[in-house]
């Protein structure tokens, strides 16, 4: 699904997701008279404060953790834009049909190139729930993740379920992921991208990607919990 086509025609609200701690609703896009596409809507209005990121709000941090994923080649998160909608500015995003015949939390837990993919994208966006339930698998066996508003943080934050690759090295194929990060940056081409995060958050992006490079996958933090609550 293109950008374009969750940028254009009208935004349906049909329901909400009740699990969900701030506002997050189901609906779709009427593309045009014969197409409409199925989306999750969260609205800046409907979040609610934390204490931790103060500033901005979880809408960008969505946007910006889409734009990390495009860029770096990874497309790990579904599509996901800024818009307008019934309950004002949010973040957009393409809803995924999930294989429920999967074991999500099997599959997860097992050193599979996908899941190593996602464990990668949470270390540069510094994740701070990454939970079993936010890890999605559709019936073409494509794994995405979802639920990235707080991310970002400025200080090494990383909470995740996903911890069987910690130490490792990077792969060369992975050293090279990160370094195109790293080189989009710092060109014009992530002016947007800066926008949506702090200049603290962005600085310690960069920091966080440089040292990704050497020090590979970390180890949890003795100053954080690991592992966000629930892990699922």
């Known amino acids: 699904m293109s950008e374009e086509e969750l940028l254009s025609g009208e935004l349906v609200v049909e329901g909400r997701l009740v699990d969900a701690s701030n506002a997050t609703l189901y609906g779709f896009i009427q593309v045009d008279l014969t197409r409409k596409v199925s989306v999750v809507y969260k609205p800046i209005a409907g979040e609610r404060p934390l204490w931790d990121f103060p500033d901005g709000n979880l809408a960008s941090r969505e946007v910006a953790a889409y734009l ?4 770096a080649g990874l497309d790990c998160v579904p599509t996901t834009v800024m818009r307008d909608g019934p309950f004002g500015l949010g973040a957009v995003q393409q809803w995924i049909e999930v294989d429920e015949a999967i074991d999500f939390i099997d599959f997860a837990q097992q050193p599979h190139e996908a899941i190593r993919r996602i464990a990668l994208f949470d270390v540069m966006i510094n994740n701070t729930d990454r939970k079993f339930g936010h890890i999605l698998i559709d019936e073409a066996q494509r794994v995405f993740g979802c639920d990235h508003g707080v991310s970002f943080h400025q200080d090494f934050k990383l909470r995740t379920v996903l911890w069987q690759f910690a130490g ?3 792969s060369h194929e992975e050293t090279q992921i990160v370094k195109s990060v790293l ?9 947007y991208f800066r926008s949506l995060l702090t200049d603290v958050e962005v600085g310690a992006f960069i920091d966080r990607l440089q040292r990704l ?10 100053e954080w919990p690991a592992v966000p609550w629930p892990p699922v």
């Open 213 to 222: 490079t050497v020090e590979g996958y970390p180890f949890p933090s003795d």
């Open 68 to 71: 990390v994923s495009k860029y």
């Open 183 to 191: 080189q989009w940056i710092m060109s014009p081409e992530s002016e």
């Open 168 to 170: 490792e090295p990077l």
